[in-house]
């Protein structure tokens, strides 16, 4: 059973930062592609942020040079480090898993981030 587990969101002032973790179990975060997804109010779900099974990155352009993805292969675990965070940064943020062996896709059940000018 896939289950993927967010934490870390909160409210934060504009300028400051957060850490986003994704616990998995039932999958294998260093073998699949993972992701960080984000859905504000009126606006369609994007893609934040990826890691490859092989460590490649890519991240939204809204956030480059901000914003961090990263796994900790020992813990099972994705992150996602947000520095500078900005109001429109706010929004509900989603771990996303693509287990390659199956072609299923899971999601977790997200995590608020509320940045405040």
């Known amino acids: 059973q896939v289950q993927l587990v967010e934490s870390g969101g909160g409210l934060v002032q504009a300028g400051g930062s957060l850490r986003l973790s994704c616990a998995a179990s039932g999958i294998i975060v260093s073998i699949n592609p993972m992701g960080w997804y984000r859905q504000a109010p009126g606006k369609q779900r994007e893609l934040v942020a990826g890691?490859?099974?092989?460590?490649?990155?890519n991240y939204a352009d809204s956030v480059k040079g901000r914003f961090t993805i990263s796994r900790d292969n020992a813990k099972n675990t994705v992150y996602l480090q947000m520095n500078s965070l900005k109001p429109e940064d706010t929004a509900v943020y989603y771990c996303n898993a693509d287990d390659r062996r199956t072609f299923r896709d899971y999601w977790g059940q997200g995590t608020q981030v509320t940045v405040s000018s």
């Open positions: 890691i490859s099974s092989g460590g490649s990155r």
